[in-house]
C-alpha cells in the first residue's frame, strides 16, 4: 500500500449541481459510507427524517446546518464537511446551486484542487452544467468529476450515460478541462459512490470515492517562479536573539534555498536568503505553501506587503492590468468609485478602468456592449491601482494571481479576481 | 506515524494555513486576544501561536472566561502554561456578571452556566477593546460551526449573521471593519477532532491530567456521564459512582461528558477517537437543548 500512497494527505473538493440533482445526499451518502458519520449524528437525522414523514434516512439532513436551511430544505452559502479514509483527508466546499450560485461555487472552488459536479440523469447537460464546468475552468481546477446521478430512475441504462458523456467530453474540450472523469452513479441507493455498482456492471472504472482517493495532486514546485509575500515582521531583542530580524509568511510557489539570490519588491534591491527557519530550526530549502521566516544578508527596510523573489525571475510589476472579476455584491459594479484591492498581504486603492466585456455564463458568449456587471456577473476588467501590483497569471500562480476587492466604506469582499496576462 | 497506523501527512498542511491564519491576525489588528479555556483545542492554539511567532513572544493575550464551574485540573495547567509562554493571561470571572446583575444564573437540576459564558466574553471585548478574539471553534464540531469564516465578523452587539457572510476566497482574509465591531478568527477550522489529538501526539504537547484516565466520581444523566462536583444537584434516581474516565472534550463540569476509558496515554487516546463512533460534542449536554443550540447561541456571540 505504501507505494502507491497518493503524493499528498489532504485533498479539497468542491461539489455543483442545482437543488435537485441530489448533491446533499451524494455528501451524506459519502460520509455514511465512509463510515464518516457518528452515531448520535445520525440519531439526530433518523429522528428528523421520520418527524417530516421520510420512509427512509434522508442524507441531506447531514450537511443542511442552520435553522433557515432545515425549515425551507435549501443550502445557504458555503459550508464545510470532513471525512478521510485510510488514504486521505478530505475537506468539501458543499455549495448550493440555487441563487448566488456563482457567488458561492467561485468561493468553494478558490480553495479546492477538485471540482465534482453533478448532472440529472433525467435531464442531461443543461445550461447550469455548463456553468458549473466554466467555473471549475475558470478557477483552474487540476481534475473536474462528472457525476451523472439518479441512475436509478433511467433503469441504470448504459445507452443513457453513453450521451451525457458525449455531450460533456464536448464541453471539457470546449473548456479545455485538463482531467476529466465521468461516473454514473446513483447517490440515493449508494452505487458507484464508495462501492462499485452491482446495476451497473458495463462501467468498468472506479467509483467516486475510489477516484477521489487516487487522483494525482502533485505539485510541480519547479514551474512557478518562487513568490514570497512578506505577512509579518519579527523581531526579538533578547539574550538568545541580538538583533533578530526575520521576515515571517507563507511561500506563495516555487521552491526556496538558502543562498539565492532573491530581488525585493517594490523597492527593486537585490540581496541574498541568509536563512530559512521554520519553528526556530534552520531549514536548507522550503516549498509553496510551508509557512517560514526568512533571514535576509542585507539589512534592507522590508515590510508586510512587499515581495519576496528570485532574482532571475520578477513578475511584472505595473499599475494597470486584466483581470477576470466575478462580482459578489448586490451594489453594482461601479466604474467611477475608489475600491479597495487586496492581493496576498498588500492592499491598496483602485478603480476598474473598463469593463471589456461581460460573459453569459449559460452560453459562453463575450457581451461587449452590456457593462452592467451586477451580482454573480463574470466579467474581463482593466483595473488601475494607486501603486504597483506584482503580476502573475491566475493560471500560472493561483495565490499570487488572485485577489479581492473590498468596499471601503462597508468593509465587504465585492469581489474575487483572477489576474490575466 | 507508522507507529499508531494513522496517516497524518496531512498535518503539516494544516498546520501551515492555522499558522498563516495567526500571522494574519497579528497583522491585521490592533488588539487581538486568544481565548483559552484549559481544553485541548485552545492548547494547541497557542502552540501554534508560539510557532507562527517564535523566537518572538506570542503578540496577544490569553483570555480565559472562567464560568467558576471548572475542573480543578485545567486551572492549574492554564496558569503553568501562560507563565512558561511569557504570555499575559487575563481572567474574566463570571460570577462577577451575575453579582454585578449583568446576567442571572439558571436555577433547576440543568442549571449551567455555559450560556451566560456569552455576556461575560462580549463585555471583556468591549472593555478590553479587543478587534480580533482568536478561538479553537471546528468546523466538524457542529452543523452551524461548518458555516463558520476563518475570519467572522461580529457586529457592535457582537452578533453573529450566519447568512450575510463575507465570502472567503483562497486565503485572503478581510479582516476591515468599523468601530466597535470584532472579529472571531479560528485557525483550525479545517481540522477534525481526530486531526488535533494527532497533533497533539505528534508534537508531544502536554495536556491537563484530565485528558488521561483517573478514578473519579461520577453520576449518569440522560445517558450521559458527568462528573460530580459538590455544589451540583442531583435527582432522587441519580447516585454517585467510581469510575475510570477521562476527557473527550473539556466545557464546563456541569456539562462534560465522560468517556469511561483506561487510556493513559497518547496513542492509545488517539486510537480510541479515530475508532469512536460518538461525536465530540455528542457528549456535551449544551448541545442538546434544541437542534439549533449552538446556532442560536453562536448568533448571540458565543465562542
Known amino acids: 500500500m505504501t507505494q502507491n500512497l497518493p503524493t499528498i494527505g489532504l485533498l479539497r473538493f468542491t461539489t455543483a449541481g442545482s437543488v435537485d440533482d441530489g448533491k446533499s445526499t451524494l455528501i451524506g451518502r459519502l460520509l455514511y459510507d465512509s463510515k464518516s458519520i457518528y452515531e448520535d449524528q445520525l440519531e439526530s437525522i433518523t429522528t428528523t427524517s421520520l418527524r417530516k414523514g421520510n420512509e427512509a434516512v434522508d442524507l441531506s439532513l447531514l450537511t443542511d446546518g442552520l435553522r433557515a436551511e432545515r425549515e425551507q430544505g435549501i443550502t445557504i452559502d458555503v459550508a464545510y464537511r470532513y471525512f478521510s479514509t485510510p488514504l486521505r483527508k478530505f475537506i468539501i466546499a458543499d455549495t448550493p446551486g440555487h441563487i448566488q450560485y456563482t457567488r458561492n461555487m467561485v468561493t468553494g472552488a478558490s480553495t479546492a484542487d477538485v471540482a465534482v459536479i453533478l448532472i440529472d440523469a433525467r435531464k442531461g447537460v443543461l445550461e447550469q452544467t455548463i456553468r458549473h464546468a466554466y467555473i471549475a475552468a475558470l478557477l483552474n481546477m487540476k481534475h473536474v468529476i462528472f457525476c451523472v446521478n439518479k441512475m436509478d430512475l433511467k433503469a441504470y441504462a448504459q445507452s443513457v450515460f453513453d450521451t451525457i458523456k458525449k455531450d460533456l467530453e464536448k464541453l471539457a474540450e470546449r473548456l479545455l478541462l485538463k482531467s476529466v472523469h465521468t461516473i454514473p452513479i446513483s447517490a440515493k441507493y449508494g452505487d458507484n459512490v464508495v462501492r462499485a455498482s452491482a446495476k451497473m456492471t458495463w462501467y468498468k472504472h472506479s467509483p467516486l470515492l475510489k477516484v477521489l482517493e487516487t487522483l494525482r495532486i502533485a505539485y510541480d514546485y519547479s514551474k512557478p517562479h518562487m513568490r514570497f509575500p512578506v505577512q509579518y515582521v519579527l523581531r526579538a531583542d533578547n539574550d538568545l536573539h541580538r538583533d533578530y530580524r526575520a521576515y515571517a509568511g507563507t511561500i506563495a510557489g516555487g521552491r526556496i534555498c538558502q543562498g539565492q539570490k532573491v530581488t525585493v519588491l517594490p523597492q527593486n534591491l537585490n540581496t541574498h536568503i541568509k536563512r530559512i527557519e521554520v519553528f526556530g530550526q534552520k531549514v536548507d530549502e522550503a516549498k509553496s505553501g510551508d509557512a517560514v521566516a526568512i533571514i535576509l544578508q542585507d539589512d534592507l527596510d522590508v515590510s508586510r506587503g512587499d515581495m519576496i523573489v528570485p532574482a532571475a525571475n520578477l513578475p511584472e510589476v505595473s499599475k494597470e492590468f486584466k483581470a477576470t472579476i466575478c462580482w459578489f455584491n448586490a451594489a453594482p459594479l461601479d466604474t467611477e468609485k475608489r475600491y479597495v484591492f487586496r492581493q496576498n498581504t498588500r492592499e491598496m486603492k483602485c478603480f476598474v478602468k473598463t469593463v471589456n466585456y461581460k460573459l453569459n455564463i449559460n452560453t459562453l458568449d463575450e457581451n461587449y456592449t452590456d457593462k452592467c456587471i451586477e451580482m454573480n456577473a463574470i466579467a474581463e476588467v482593466t483595473i488601475k491601482t494607486a501603486q504597483p501590483a506584482f503580476i502573475d497569471d491566475y493560471n500560472t500562480n493561483p495565490s499570487t494571481g488572485s485577489f479581492i476587492i473590498i468596499d471601503e466604506e462597508t468593509n465587504e469582499t465585492l469581489a474575487a479576481g483572477m489576474i490575466r496576462k | ?303
Open chain 2, 1 to 303: 506515524m507508522c507507529d499508531i497506523g494513522i496517516s497524518s501527512k496531512h498535518l503539516k498542511q494544516l498546520e501551515n494555513e492555522a499558522i498563516f491564519v495567526m500571522r494574519e491576525v497579528a497583522a491585521q489588528f490592533e488588539k487581538p486576544a486568544l481565548l483559552f479555556s484549559g481544553g485541548k483545542d485552545s492548547i494547541v492554539l497557542v502552540h501554534l501561536a508560539k510557532k507562527a511567532f517564535f523566537p518572538c513572544k506570542i503578540p496577544f493575550p490569553l483570555l480565559h472566561i472562567d464560568t467558576g464551574h471548572n475542573f480543578e485540573e485545567t486551572l492549574v495547567y492554564r496558569d503553568k502554561l501562560a507563565q512558561t509562554m511569557g504570555c499575559k493571561l487575563i481572567v474574566k470571572l463570571v460570577q462577577e456578571s451575575i453579582d454585578t446583575g449583568r446576567c442571572k444564573e439558571e436555577c433547576g437540576i440543568n442549571a449551567s452556566r455555559n450560556k451566560l459564558q456569552t455576556i461575560t466574553l462580549l463585555d471583556a471585548i468591549e472593555e478590553l477593546k479587543i478587534d480580533a478574539a482568536i478561538g479553537g471553534g471546528r468546523r466538524d464540531e457542529e452543523k452551524a460551526r461548518a458555516k463558520e469564516r476563518f475570519f467572522s465578523h461580529r457586529d457592535e452587539f457582537g452578533q453573529w449573521d450566519p447568512k450575510n457572510q463575507r465570502p472567503e476566497l483562497w486565503h485572503i482574509f478581510n479582516g476591515r471593519k468599523n468601530m466597535g465591531e470584532h472579529f472571531r478568527v479560528f485557525p483550525i477550522s479545517n481540522w477534525t477532532e481526530l486531526d488535533v489529538w494527532l497533533y497533539i501526539y505528534k508534537e508531544q504537547i502536554p495536556l491537563p491530567d484530565i485528558y488521561f484516565t483517573h478514578r473519579r466520581k461520577v453520576f449518569r444523566r440522560n445517558g450521559t456521564l458527568l462528573a460530580y462536583a459538590p455544589f451540583m444537584t442531583l435527582a432522587p434516581h441519580e447516585k454517585i459512582i467510581e469510575e475510570d474516565v477521562r476527557c473527550r472534550t473539556i466545557g464546563d463540569i456541569t456539562c462534560t461528558g465522560l468517556t469511561v476509558s483506561k487510556a493513559n496515554a497518547l496513542p492509545e487516546i488517539v486510537k480510541e477517537v479515530a475508532a469512536s463512533r460518538i461525536s465530540e460534542r455528542g457528549a456535551r449536554e449544551d448541545d442538546k437543548r434544541s437542534e439549533a443550540a449552538m446556532e442560536d447561541r453562536k448568533k448571540e456571540g458565543y465562542f
